[in-house]
């Protein structure tokens, strides 16, 4: 019998589509993280157990935790098993929110301030990767919203290469979108971006039609093509107020709270129990025992 075929594989919360039977296991280790059976730092159940508790193919099973290995709820130990991770406190991502929503919606306006030509100085081209002098496009924008002041400016270097498919003039506001809007930048590969405190020079501060001297936020970045090239280097600049960090740590939330409201898709009991020290199956592990994805 194959995994579609099992008839404890159909429960789904009401309204929903019907999860592949990877992802519905993985929602119900998930769950079971979240509320305690599996702590920080405990083994779970090997893939034997889980396989045969849930009635599933290896395979099943192996996607299943490849997905919260991936999230970073796993890891995985050769010869030793797949443990709970702890709280990690520096590899915690912090995501850029905007605090205006119309700035998550495509009505950011840029203005192309001034572009010049210029030769690479020393800290340009190590940067970069280039030899000194190369050419470089330096160029300042500012975005703002519709009937309002402008939120940000930028200024930036980008490298000169008739070889390279590179819009310059659209780089800055097109990751700019992307940042906070979502959606591929078919021009970068990836990119590196470092937040610091600054405050506005009379210069900034007259771009962006504030006062000398407010605390604002910079946003450091560093671009590469499709070739993992390093392309263009510069910042962004924005007044406080303009831009939030926030960040989730531990449990994905979504888990918590679906546990919390009781609409988990796990739904046995005999869903097996964290993995013994040793390292063993324990026959109280639930294997064998009624399949855990049962209605």
């Known amino acids: 019998m194959t995994?579609?075929?099992?008839?404890?594989?159909?429960?789904?919360?009401?309204?929903?589509?019907?999860l592949p039977h990877y992802r519905r296991l993985a929602d119900m280790v998930r769950d079971r993280i979240a509320d305690g059976t599996y702590g920080p730092g405990e083994r779970i159940p090997s893939e034997t157990a889980l396989a045969k508790s849930a009635g599933l193919s290896f395979l099943t099973v192996r996607q299943a935790l490849k997905v919260l290995v991936d999230e970073g709820l796993l890891e995985r130990y050769p010869g030793r098993g797949t443990f709970v991770s702890g709280l990690n406190w520096r590899r915690t991502p912090f995501?850029?929110?905007?605090?205006?929503?119309a700035i998550e919606r495509d009505e950011i306006a840029c203005e192309l301030l001034s572009?010049?030509?210029?030769?690479?100085?020393?800290?340009?081209?190590e940067i970069l990767a280039v030899p000194a002098g190369s050419p470089l496009a330096a160029m300042r924008h500012r975005f703002?919203?519709?009937?309002?002041?402008?939120?940000?400016?930028?200024?930036?270097?980008?490298?000169?290469?008739?070889?390279?498919?590179?819009?310059?003039?659209?780089?800055?506001?097109?990751?700019?979108k992307g940042l906070f809007q979502?959606?591929?930048?078919?021009?970068?590969?990836?990119?590196?971006?470092?937040?610091?405190?600054?405050?506005?020079?009379?210069?900034?501060?007259?771009?962006?039609?504030?006062?000398?001297?407010?605390?604002a936020h910079?946003?450091?970045?560093?671009?590469?093509?499709?070739?993992?090239?390093?392309?263009?280097?510069?910042?962004?600049?924005?007044?406080?107020g303009i831009l939030t960090l926030a960040?989730?740590?531990?449990?994905?939330?979504?888990?918590?709270?679906?546990?919390?409201?009781?609409?988990?898709?796990?739904?046995?009991?005999?869903?097996?129990?964290?993995?013994?020290?040793?390292?063993?199956?324990?026959?109280?592990?639930?294997?064998?025992?009624?399949d855990s994805l049962d209605a």
């Open 144 to 176: 703002r919203l519709p009937g309002k002041p402008p939120f940000m400016a930028e200024e930036g270097r980008l490298i000169l290469d008739p070889f390279r498919p590179l819009v310059e003039a659209g780089l800055p506001a097109s990751f700019l």
């Open 182 to 215: 979502g959606g591929a930048q078919g021009l970068l590969k990836s990119a590196s971006l470092t937040v610091a405190p600054a405050t506005l020079s009379e210069e900034q501060a007259r771009v962006l039609a504030r006062e000398p001297g407010l605390p």
């Open 115 to 125: 572009s010049a030509v210029e030769r690479a100085g020393p800290r340009e081209a």
């Open 247 to 290: 960040a989730e740590f531990g449990l994905p939330l979504q888990a918590s709270r679906r546990e919390a409201s009781g609409t988990s898709r796990g739904g046995a009991s005999a869903f097996p129990a964290a993995a013994p020290p040793d390292g063993e199956d324990s026959p109280a592990a639930g294997v064998g025992g009624k």
């Open 218 to 240: 910079k946003l450091s970045y560093l671009f590469f093509d499709a070739a993992s090239r390093p392309v263009a280097t510069g910042f962004y600049l924005a007044p406080e």
């Open 95 to 101: 995501g850029l929110a905007p605090a205006d929503p």
């Open 3 to 18: 995994d579609a075929e099992k008839p404890g594989l159909r429960t789904q919360l009401p309204g929903e589509r019907e």
